[in-house]
T-cell receptor, first 111, second 114 residues
């Protein structure tokens, strides 16, 4: 019940395309859902986050879609760029300070 | 926001030895966390380090192997003891400034045990 399932494990997208990464959770106590971006040799950095009172949040080229009834949320990267090539982790937390991280998606955007 | 500095950034250690990783935060924080990230894998929480109390360890991690200190609200150390090659990982320090808020991460310590 504490898991966050993330897919796909890896993703290759052409420059200018849309990258979509999906996550699913079981614990209905989760109420904060961030996405982290990690470049090689760096720690994860917050990209965008959503709370369950909204179904979508957009920041620039990055959008989170949230489906509370399905217990799923996804990250959409519009107009993907080679600089977006990184590993992306979804996460969930709620009620405690503990984060549960997804397994990660390695994104490669081809120039 | 919080800026986290970790030292060392990387190290190569002999098996059987110990390494202490330092985590310095630029502001006072209540909650500090230590994670392990094995190559190509996700983040696994090792323990929560609270100032003034013993660290709380997650299942599979024990104090004898990963002793933690938290002497004040801006600093913590994680020691990886009696290392084996299986301890080769990236170790990350993280802080949160409130419940259900952003977690900030240090750049990590890449440990290789030979």
């Amino acid at each position: 019940q504490q898991q966050v399932k993330q897919s796909p494990q890896s993703l290759i997208v052409q420059k200018g395309g849309i990258s979509i990464i999906n996550c699913a959770y079981e614990n209905t106590a989760f109420d904060y859902f961030p996405w982290y971006q990690q470049f090689p040799g760096k720690g994860p950095a917050l990209l965008i986050a959503i709370r369950p009172d909204v179904s979508e949040k957009k920041e620039g080229r990055f959008t989170i879609s949230f489906n509370k009834s399905a217990k799923q949320f996804s990250l959409h990267i519009m107009d993907s760029q080679p600089g977006d090539s990184a590993t992306y982790f979804c996460a969930a937390t709620g009620g405690t300070y503990k984060y549960i991280f997804g397994t990660g998606t390695r994104l490669k955007v081809l120039a | 926001s919080a800026v986290i500095s970790q030292k060392p950034s990387r190290d190569i250690c002999q098996r059987g030895t110990s390494l202490t990783i330092q985590c310095q935060v630029d502001s006072q924080v209540t909650m500090m966390f230590w994670y392990r990230q094995q190559p190509g894998q996700s983040l696994t929480l090792i323990a929560t380090a609270n100032q003034g109390s013993e660290a709380t360890y997650e299942s599979g991690f024990v104090i004898d192997k990963f002793p933690i200190s938290r002497p004040n609200l801006t600093f913590s150390t994680l020691t990886v003891s009696n290392m084996s090659p299986e301890d080769s990982s990236i170790y990350l320090c993280s802080v949160e400034q409130g419940l259900n808020t952003e977690a900030f991460f240090g750049q990590g310590t890449r440990l290789t045990v030979v």
